[in-house]
């Protein structure tokens, strides 16, 4: 079958780190997307990855391990507007379809 | 400003009733698709389409019909066969990069 797992919630303190992390098993691999989500509203793009290492983008980074099905995203200098669902999605062979974890609640305590 | 839009936000019906959840893009995307998210649960696909006039029946199509007349349009009906429709639905598009834009999302109540 196919499968990807996040933790349901995490907190972490303003200005801190987090790691997000997103294990997956799915019928072939075409790229992983990281999406953030407020509540009650539509997700956006943070970040893409097809093959293996760290991309970086400003405060955010995801890495990922096509060998281990591993991807985590990075959050540095949390500020109280990244409380928000993070989303892990793998795209199969298939182009058009993505395969969704159920997002992971980060909570930014002050 | 290019976007996708959906309307209405909030959306209530009656048991029995069908319901057409819209969804209009200006972004010339091609692909366009229907996600139902439930708390506790990723998306999970419900139709997409990946040109005018063709769609797909995705994971969990029993209860739901749409329509690609235009391109930029992809309206969804909830229909009464579907028993469990209290959820919010989201609308995506995808042109020739790997990003999906999302809209900003209809939650529908059965009243």
């Known amino acids: 079958g196919q499968n990807i797992d996040q933790p349901t919630e995490m907190t972490a303190t303003e200005g801190a780190i987090v790691q997000i992390n997103c294990t997956y098993q799915?019928?072939?691999?075409?790229?992983l997307f990281w999406y953030q989500q407020h509540a009650g509203e539509a997700p956006t793009f943070l970040s893409y990855?097809?093959l293996d290492g760290l991309e970086e983008k400003g405060r955010f980074s995801s890495f990922l391990s096509r060998s281990k099905g591993y991807s985590y995203l990075l959050l540095k200098e949390l500020q109280m507007k990244d409380s928000a669902s993070y989303l892990c999605?793998?795209?199969?062979?298939?182009?058009?379809?993505?395969?969704w974890g159920a997002g992971t609640k980060l909570i930014i305590k002050p | 400003d290019g976007g996708i839009t959906q309307s209405p936000k909030y959306l209530f019906r009656k048991e029995g009733q069908n319901v057409t959840l819209s969804c209009e893009q200006n972004?010339?995307?091609?692909?366009m698709y229907w996600y139902r998210q439930d708390p506790g649960q990723g998306l999970r696909l419900i139709y997409y389409?990946?040109?005018?006039?063709?769609?797909q029946k995705g994971d969990i199509a029993e209860g739901y019909s749409v329509s690609r007349e235009k391109k930029e349009s992809f309206p969804l009906t909830v229909t009464s066969a579907q028993k469990n429709p209290t959820a919010f639905y989201l609308c995506?598009?995808?042109?020739?990069?790997?990003?999906?834009?999302f809209g900003q999302g209809t939650r529908l109540t059965v009243v």
């Open positions: 995506a598009s995808r042109g020739s990069g790997d990003e999906a834009f």
């Open positions: 972004l010339n995307h091609d692909a």
């Open positions: 389409s990946q040109i005018v006039n063709d769609f």
């Open positions: 799915t019928s072939g691999f075409n790229g």
């Open positions: 990855n097809v």
């Open positions: 999605a793998v795209r199969t062979y298939s182009n058009y379809q993505l395969i």
